[in-house]
């Protein structure tokens, strides 16, 4: 057992283990770990009470065992503890995890910038596999069903604090009605794109090094900080309606010594004075309206008839686009993130 994981049990026992001296790549795995019990300890009370409505008699420990090898895999080095402690302490599990993780965030914030840095990427990096495995749990299962395991969506989201993402101001944001574009004012967080969304759709870009990714809307720049953080070899520009969503976007990116390969920028798209630059990914989360969509993907249409493109996008873009792929011959667009995304590319 690591470090990290031999701190987070002792904590989680009452030992009292200092995370002082952790580095940032192992307070990033003890981070990991601490959020993602958070989210698991209210999954395992709910599948316990849908499993005694058919087992009545379902001891603890025989719901808890086989979860180990599935559901709780990455977590196997508790499941001694969290069998021992019992259905009656998922609540003081979940409480003492949940301190564990804010103070790391705390710890970590104290810290240089180099550090910092160091433990952030190690944190994508481990959510990433986190991510990946909930995506093939969910190989070949009817939405209707329901998700299959822990929902992680939400499970990682305080990393916005090493981002110092103020989304206060979009709740103070004054909304004007002339305005057509979608602009999501007081949405907050509901802004980003989730973490989960993030980093499947890097594992599908397939991008070179060199290549150039557009964020088309970008909010407050989560897709292009995690981009730009574990692939540094790419060029990276998001545009956003918002001016305070870019102003922060930009002060991320300064304070993450990005600034060489990522650049966020004020733009309304729908002017016909603006041209999308040429790009090999572009990503849209839902931002526009349909006429600002029909403009936008117009020109990107134009590009895909000299280069392959990839194009990832959801909501209302995604019946478009379809409409799009079947017109030029598309391929089949990869559909990932229990239907959240879809992965178009203009060729083969």
């Not at 395991?149 to 101001?169: E, S």
């Not at 407050?220 to 870019?246: A, K, N, Q, T, W």
Request: contains cysteine; negative net charge; aromatic residues 10%.
């Amino acid at each position: 057992m690591n470090l990290s994981k031999e701190t987070f049990l002792g904590l989680l026992e009452g030992k009292n283990p200092s995370t002082l001296e952790l580095g940032p790549i192992q307070l990033a795995h003890l981070y990991i770990n601490s959020a993602f019990l958070v989210t698991v300890t209210g999954f395992l009370k709910d599948q316990l009470w849908l499993k005694r409505q058919d087992e009545r008699d379902i001891s603890y420990c025989d719901f808890m065992t086989p979860l180990f090898s599935n559901d709780l895999l990455r977590i196997s080095f508790l499941k001694d503890f969290l069998i021992a402690s019992g259905e009656t302490n998922l609540k003081k599990v979940a409480k003492d995890s949940k301190v564990i993780e804010e103070n790391v965030l705390k710890q970590i914030l104290s810290a240089c910038e180099v550090s910092q840095k160091e433990f952030v990427i190690e944190s994508l990096k481990e959510m990433s596999l986190y991510f990946l495995a909930e995506e093939k749990a969910q190989e070949g299962r009817l939405q209707s069903l329901g998700h299959k395991g822990p929902d992680l969506y939400r499970t990682f989201d305080n990393l916005d604090d090493l981002f110092n993402l103020n989304y206060q101001l979009d709740r103070d944001m004054v909304f004007d009605s002339t305005i057509k574009e979608r602009l999501y004012a007081g949405a907050g967080v509901g802004v980003q794109s989730g973490y989960s969304t993030i980093l499947l759709a890097m594992e599908n870009m397939q991008l070179k090094q060199g290549g150039k990714v557009i964020d088309l809307g970008s909010g407050y720049g989560r897709v292009g900080l995690v981009c730009s953080l574990l692939r540094p070899d790419v060029d990276f520009i998001g545009y956003e309606f918002v001016p305070h969503r870019v102003e922060i976007s930009n002060i991320a990116t300064k304070a993450f010594g990005l600034e060489e390969n990522l650049s966020f920028q004020v733009q309304d798209l729908s002017l016909a004075s603006f041209k999308i630059p040429e790009a090999d990914v572009y990503y849209l989360y839902d931002p526009f309206t349909k006429e600002t969509y029909h403009y936008v993907l117009g020109q990107i249409v134009e590009y895909s008839k000299d280069k392959e493109i990839t194009i990832i996008t959801k909501g209302n873009a995604r019946g478009w686009l379809m409409d799009i792929a079947e017109e030029n011959s598309w391929p089949r667009p990869v559909i990932i993130d229990e239907g959240n995304l879809c992965v178009f590319k203009t060729r083969e």
